[in-house]
């Protein structure tokens, strides 16, 4: 990105210097560009939820396909937790309750939380 400096010229009188005598004021010189703060969805591991289920999750709040959503639910059976997706804040905190109400609708004590990456 380069940086441009922005000026506004203040074409009309009422800026004290008489009319027609206009004053440019540079107002930034930086990009306005900030990286958002991301966050990482993670599911855990437990004893109970079926697997068929956690692949399911995956499919629906996280758009992953059958593979992908199967290598993830396997990773995390295998490892205690695994990451599904890397959001903004609200989009990560959206997808956690999704998959917890979704979850709790069907009575499992499948956990999804958030993490500031
Ligand atoms: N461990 C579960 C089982 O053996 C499967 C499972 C995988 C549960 C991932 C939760 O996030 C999870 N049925």
Redesign the pocket.
Known sequence: MIARPVVMQNEKDGDGNGPGRSTSVITRTKPKTKKPNLYRVL?????????EF?IHILERFFQKDREAATRI?LH??NHGV?ECGIYTYEVAETKVSQVMDFARQHQHP?QCVMEKK
């Open positions: 599911l855990l591991n437990d004893d109970y939820t079926p697997m956690v639910m995390v059976h695994g499948l």
